[in-house]
Nanobody, 122 residues
């Protein structure tokens, strides 16, 4: 059974940082690209970032470029998202998802985690 379990969310002040983690299991993690997607209150899903199966290629939405860093540790079957310089606009539920290929090319994700809440507020 494919499982993706996010953690690391919480309340942070504007300008602060958080690191999200996503523990993956039930599939050959190092064969697949992974991604982060978020959903702000009352809004639709927004793609955040993706990483290829071996971590050699990373992709970011324009508004996250330079503030967020995606990484993965295939030995630990874990995906990460380091988020810096957070603003209230980053408040959302953050989901990790599996991409059914080794690299990211289209917005097609076949398994999702349950999400972790990030709230940016003073």
């Amino acid at each position: 059974e494919v499982q993706l379990v996010e953690s690391g969310g919480g309340l942070v002040q504007p300008g602060g940082s958080l690191r999200l983690s996503c523990a993956a299991s039930g599939f050959a993690v190092d064969d697949y690209a992974l991604t982060w997607v978020r959903q702000a209150p009352g809004k639709g899903l927004e793609w955040v970032s993706a990483i290829s199966s071996n971590g050699g290629k990373t992709y970011y939405a324009e508004s996250m470029e330079g503030r967020f860093t995606i990484s993965r540790d295939n030995a630990r079957n874990t995906l990460y998202l380091q988020m810096n310089s957070l603003t209230s606009e980053d408040t959302a539920v953050y989901y990790c998802a599996k991409i059914p290929t080794s690299d990211f090319s289209v917005y097609e994700f076949d398994y999702w985690g349950q999400g972790t809440q990030v709230a940016v507020s003073s």
